[in-house]
């Protein structure tokens, strides 16, 4: 549809900046030829990539390639009452030129730095940049943004009025492409980059939190090694709900079921002066809506219980939550029969409320009776005063 059209430059810039893959158009002997392909683009510059010995890429090299570059973006689905008057709401870039094969080498480590930034910005400089074997493999198209147009639908169903009594379900399905949690190749010992986390934040964030004793960042893979080992103490689990892990194989799998759980926010805590791994906690039972968050499946190593380091980790996970996050309610729970964390959250100053029978299960199979402890915000300045004192 025609109304549907724009040359708006920021509109088009935006599609291409976002959509990871487009439709690269050419003809080749007379007929058409379609193939998907990265790009990236530099200003009003689309560089597009491909094997020194492809066709199109060949065929540039004779004064340039007329192409045809589309790119598409699915935000929703549109059902309507009629099956006519299905649809999608989209944003889609369609351009026309004549394409470039690229040879300056400026140009060209610029091109590839922008293709692989495309893929994850910030990858470009934390990753080794092709060396003469590989630029000779790799051909780069580049198409000037002259001849171009974008078309966008958005809103709701557009049904015949006759339609409108009709007893069909309408309305529309967003759509939306978002990144999973990364999984590092086997043998890579580095935390994931930032550039890769998700990008939440607020309550669903996981901050660095940086004191004089603890160190906690967010859990990754990588930790798990350490963790096995500063956590191999059969007393440590006595009380947790997961079995002690007997490798650290073992305790990887925990670490990945931590890390891809969508209901916590899991940390690392580590000494911040050695960087040695002491143990691992979480924010769990995360309610915006209450501005309610809890502390828990905290793992310390036996060695540092009762120590500074254990309560300034409470300190600065209760800081963030109620003074960064603004939570109005805190809360702990933990095993009836775990008398010594009892009273670690009692001294912490929270109140206990209760018990929740059956509640969870332990690893042996048995059910536990969980006790609920709770801090409000208006009891947290004198809980800071008094713990901040004590880890001085």
């Not at 091109?111 to 060396?131: E, I, M, T």
């Not at 004191?211 to 096995?228: K, M, Y």
């Not at 080992?229 to 006595?238: G, I, P, R």
């Not at 997961?242 to 490798?247: E, I």
Request: aromatic share 6%.
């Amino acid at each position: 549809m025609s109304e549907r059209a724009s040359y708006d430059a920021e509109l088009v810039h935006t599609v291409l900046d976002e959509a990871y893959v487009c439709h690269l158009g050419f003809v080749v002997d007379g007929e058409p030829r379609v193939l998907p392909t990265l790009h990236a683009r530099v200003g009003d510059t689309v560089y597009l990539h491909g094997s020194t010995g492809s066709r199109p890429l060949l065929a540039a090299r004779d004064g340039g390639l007329p192409i045809c570059v589309t790119a598409t973006l699915i935000d929703g689905l549109v059902l309507a009452r009629s099956q006519f008057h299905h649809s999608a709401n989209y944003r889609s870039v369609v351009a026309h030129g004549t394409a470039r094969l690229v040879t300056d080498p400026a140009e060209r480590e610029l091109a590839f730095a922008a293709l692989v930034d495309k893929v994850a910005p910030g990858r470009a400089a934390d990753s080794r940049p092709p060396d003469a074997k590989e630029l000779a493999q790799t051909a780069l198209l580049a198409l000037p943004l002259r001849e171009v147009s974008a078309k966008v639908r958005t809103g709701g169903v557009s049904d015949d009025e006759r339609d409108l009594p009709l007893s069909h379900w309408a309305g529309v399905v967003p759509l939306r492409l978002v990144a999973g949690v990364p999984e590092p190749a086997p043998g890579v010992l580095v935390p994931v980059p930032a550039y890769l986390r998700p990008s939440e934040s607020g309550w669903l964030g996981a901050p660095t939190l940086r004191g004089r004793h603890v160190v906690i960042e967010p859990l990754d893979a990588s930790h798990a090694a350490g963790l096995f080992t500063a956590l191999d103490d059969a007393e440590v689990w006595t009380h947790l709900t997961v079995a002690r892990p007997a490798s650290a194989g073992e305790m990887a799998a925990i670490v990945d079921a931590a890390i891809k759980d969508q209901t916590r926010t899991p940390f690392v805590q580590k000494d911040p002066r050695t960087g040695e791994i002491l143990g691992s906690t979480s924010y769990y039972a995360i309610d915006e809506a209450r501005r309610s968050i809890a502390i828990g499946h905290t793992m310390l190593g036996r060695p540092h219980w009762r120590t500074a380091i254990n309560t300034e980790s409470k300190l600065l996970l209760m800081a963030h939550a109620f003074d960064t996050l603004g939570a109005i309610r805190l809360e702990w729970h933990t095993d009836i029969r775990n008398e010594r964390s009892q009273k670690a959250i009692a001294r912490l100053g929270a109140e206990r409320e209760g018990v929740l029978r059956a509640h969870r299960q332990r690893p042996d199979g048995s059910w536990r009776d969980t006790v609920c402890f709770a801090m409000l915000a208006g009891e947290w300045p004198a809980a800071r005063e008094r713990l901040t004192a004590g880890v001085r």
